[in-house]
């Protein structure tokens, strides 16, 4: 009697724990450590894990990693060195699980996503610097929307229409990682 799998199509939501907002020099081991677990550690033994199942079933699938503008050039931000080197991680590990599970109709793209108002970076102004900042830093002129802007995207990229789309990072941001070179002037 043979057993089959069934199809998986994977969603990886890091946790994104980004620690506290902590100049590099000050940063604890212990929470270095943490920030590194949490956000590509347990990504990466989740690809694994899924991969091989996928591959030994031969079932292909979708991964989808959650990352941030934080983990790329245009995302510098005071105090964010661990969180943005962890997702700078996340981002080419979903170039390089794409390049390697390809042959196994495994398809792998990261949503690097905008800030939005419940980011810690975000709290750390005030209301009103919030909202005088969102019309200089996002061309679309309002902070991300959790609910709505990324899993419209999410659901694109685990049908059938990104069937050819791999190895890619989206920014999910309103414009904000095109025309901001950083957020620390704008902050």
């Known amino acids: ?9 994977l969603s990886i939501w890091s946790k994104m724990v980004a620690g506290d907002i902590t100049p590099p020099l000050d940063l604890k081991e212990e929470e270095l450590d943490k920030i590194l677990r949490d956000n590509l550690k347990v990504t990466w033994l989740v690809c694994k894990a899924a991969g091989k199942r996928m591959r030994d079933y031969g079932i292909g699938g979708s991964f989808i990693l959650l990352t941030s503008i934080i983990g790329t050039e245009r995302g510098l931000y005071p ?56 019309k200089d830093i996002v061309p679309l002129q309002r902070w991300l929307d959790v609910k709505n802007d990324l899993t419209s995207m999410v659901l694109y990229l685990v049908s059938d229409d990104s069937s050819f789309t791999t190895g890619i990072v989206i ?17």
């Open 1 to 9: 009697m043979e057993t089959r799998c069934p199809s998986i199509w």
């Open 171 to 187: 920014f999910v941001d309103g414009g904000q990682s095109i025309v901001r070179p950083r957020m620390r002037s704008y902050m």
């Open 79 to 134: 105090g964010s060195a661990a969180y943005g080197s962890c997702l700078a991680g996340v981002n080419h590990l979903s170039r390089a699980l794409a390049m390697e599970l390809g042959k196994y109709k495994i398809r792998v793209n990261a949503v690097a996503r905008g800030l939005h108002k419940s980011d810690a970076f975000i709290k750390t102004v005030s209301e009103e610097k919030q909202q005088k900042s969102v």
